[in-house]
């Protein structure tokens, strides 16, 4: 999904292309699909579960380097700013993805199947901090309509409150699926790292697309673990 039209992991009261904003209706109407933690439970042998965010790119790396050592089959789900369909600066790009993980809309968590069991592990962004999600939300253009030219309260309390009640779950599993030491936390000499030149202009992505923060971390990390 290129972040201009609705799919199923669109955020709720976003205005798409394909679903956009009106007097009637105010964005997307349904709850942002999960399509991380269903995979935990298809009964797979072995799978490599995440979600990333390139704000934070120890952890983005470490996990795309765990997931390539992996036995089984892996899936991180990344976050991705979409500057023209979200409607924000390109200068704001790493700034609203770091955001996204602080209000706690994006949290980071990790799940490791082995046997078919799954073990559950987080690095941040469980608890949802009303504040900087509102700050969040204001931040992109796709959310404008929720501020002005009324506040639509009563919007924005439900997808707090929808984001809350994902996280609740969340942990709900943590706690029972959890490692014994549940909190993950990757250590990446970076100057070691070979440095990704692929990325430049011309390539046919916008100035602060995210897709292209997503594919330098990727690439600088799989170089890492595959040098040759």
Not at 15 to 32: L, R, Y
Not at 61 to 77: H, T, Y
Not at 113 to 121: A, C, I, R, S
């Amino acid at each position: 999904n290129t972040g201009i039209q609705e799919s199923g992991a669109t955020p709720p009261f976003a205005s798409t292309t394909t679903g956009p904003a009106g007097e009637k209706i105010p964005g997307k109407i349904g709850v942002k699909q999960d399509l991380v933690t269903p995979f935990a439970f298809f009964g797979t042998k072995a799978l490599f579960l995440a979600t990333a965010n390139p704000a934070y790119p120890n952890d983005f790396m470490g996990k795309v380097a765990d997931a390539l050592k992996s036995n089984g089959s892996a899936f991180i789900q990344s976050y991705a700013s979409c500057m023209r369909g979200w409607r924000h600066a390109a200068s704001a790009a790493l700034k609203i993805s770091k955001l996204a993980t602080d209000c706690g809309y994006w949290p980071l968590y990790t799940i490791r199947v082995k046997d078919g069991m799954p073990t559950f592990t987080y690095f941040r962004g469980l608890d949802v901090d009303k504040e900087k999600f509102e700050e969040y939300l204001k931040s992109m253009g796709k959310f404008r309509h929720l501020f002005r030219p009324k506040f639509m309260e009563q919007e924005i309390d439900e997808i707090i409150y929808m984001t809350e009640q994902r996280n609740s779950k969340l942990k709900g599993l943590i706690e029972q699926f959890g490692a014994e030491n549940p909190i993950d936390f990757y250590r990446v000499k970076r100057k070691a790292l070979e440095p990704q030149k692929h990325l430049q202009r011309g390539h046919g992505l916008c100035p602060g697309c995210g897709a292209g923060m997503v594919l330098n971390q990727l690439a600088t990390a799989a170089t890492a673990v595959t040098p040759d």
